[in-house]
Nanobody, 116 residues
Framework: QVQLVESGGGLVQAGGSLRLSCAAS????????MGWYRQAPGKQRELVGT???????NYADFVKGRFTISRDNVQSAVYLQMHSLKPEDTAVYYC??????????WGQGTQVTVSS
């Protein structure tokens, strides 16, 4: 079992920046991939980006060049640095981890609201 606690969401004006954090605890030795999804009102949850144990990243096209995912394997944490935020980035952001056995675990979600 892995527990995830997110922090860092909030209200920001368009063009601003926010940094989300997600701290993992529990069976952290089994963590493989980490990353972020988001879900806007009335929409399906969508992938923002992922980061492997070795630090390789993949991003959705709509965040490339604006968002950066990083991880701290010692602290078992994953971060999402967001710049040039747009109103359409408004969503609940969820961190996740995938463990070696294949299970996925999710954070509780943190609200990001971008005002125009």
């Amino acid at each position: 079992q892995v527990q995830l606690v997110e922090s860092g969401g909030g209200l920001v004006q368009a063009g601003g920046s926010l940094r989300l954090s997600c701290a993992a605890s529990g069976s952290i030795f089994s963590i493989n991939a980490m990353g972020w999804y988001r879900q806007a009102p009335g929409k399906q949850r969508e992938l923002v980006g992922t980061i492997s144990t070795g630090g390789s990243t993949n991003y959705a096209d709509f965040v490339k060049g604006r968002f950066t995912i990083s991880r701290d394997n010692v602290q078992s944490a994953v971060y999402l640095q967001m710049h040039s935020l747009k109103p359409e980035d408004t969503a609940v952001y969820y961190c996740y981890v995938k463990v070696v056995a294949g299970n996925w675990y999710w954070g509780q979600g943190t609200q990001v609201t971008v005002s125009s």
